[in-house]
């Protein structure tokens, strides 16, 4: 079964610096997202990607954050000034985009900001 | 009002015992809904649709009552593989059909 794969599993990085999280989506999905999870907390929104371009983003998703996707297959995150409160699991899923179909998300990044 | 709202529990229940949980939701014009199982730091799984007509997987059961904005999941002969937290989700109205997620209702079968 096709599976959306996330990279690095866990990083760790320091307060003030720049991380970039990775995704490979399911190929033949159209709608792309990135949620987090803070420990402990629900899993939350943060934006959809469809077609080469920002569909939604929620208020969390300021602009410290960018999304991409550059070659077609990628999909990333980049967060770009990290702060101790991004710490969280990030997750990444995607979708066939119908409005009935669920999302299918990647095994997630586990952002550790120090 | 939560745009999706879950009694987090925990339910403590024994093996074999039948438990239900139930989810409100705000938006009366959504459209899908799912339940999602999440175990402790994982991602997000799908384990079922709810349709409006309800419908069962195996010891798995999904409602719907569109008219009180609420859904139901119920599992019978529960498992100790079954604890986990489980995700009311609700497909947003809008262009992108992002998931809004409920809280979670956190399941712990003993043996």
């Known amino acids: 079964e096709p599976e959306v794969t996330q990279t690095p599993s866990h990083q760790v990085t320091q307060m003030g610096q720049e991380v970039i999280l990775r995704c490979v989506p399911i190929?033949?999905?159209?709608?792309f997202y990135w949620y987090r999870q803070i420990l402990g907390q629900k899993v939350e929104f943060l934006v959809s990607?469809?077609?080469?371009?920002?569909?939604?983003k929620s208020e969390i998703f300021d602009d410290q954050f960018s999304v991409e996707r550059p070659d077609g297959s990628n999909f990333t995150l980049k967060i770009r000034s990290t702060k101790l409160e991004d710490s969280a699991m990030y997750f990444c899923?995607?979708?066939?985009?119908?409005?009935?179909?669920?999302?299918?998300f990647g095994n997630g990044t586990r952002l550790t900001v120090t | 009002r939560k745009e999706v709202e879950q009694d987090p529990g925990p339910f403590n229940v024994p093996e074999g015992a039948t438990v239900a949980f139930n989810c409100t939701y705000s938006n009366s014009a959504s459209q899908s809904f799912f339940w999602y199982r999440q175990d402790c730091r994982k991602e997000p799984k799908l384990l079922m649709s709810v349709y409006s007509s309800g419908n069962e997987d195996g010891r798995f059961t999904a409602q719907l009552n569109r008219a009180s904005q609420y859904i139901s999941l119920l599992i019978r002969d529960s498992k100790l593989s079954d604890s986990a937290t489980y995700l009311c989700?609700?497909?947003?109205?809008?262009?992108?059909?992002?998931?809004?997620f409920g809280s979670g209702t956190r399941l712990l079968v003993r043996p």
């Open positions: 899923a995607s979708s066939t985009g119908t409005g009935v179909s669920p999302l299918h």
């Open positions: 989700v609700v497909i947003g109205m809008d262009s992108s059909y992002k998931l809004i």
């Open positions: 190929s033949n999905h159209l709608y």
């Open positions: 990607f469809y077609n080469n371009e920002i569909s939604e």
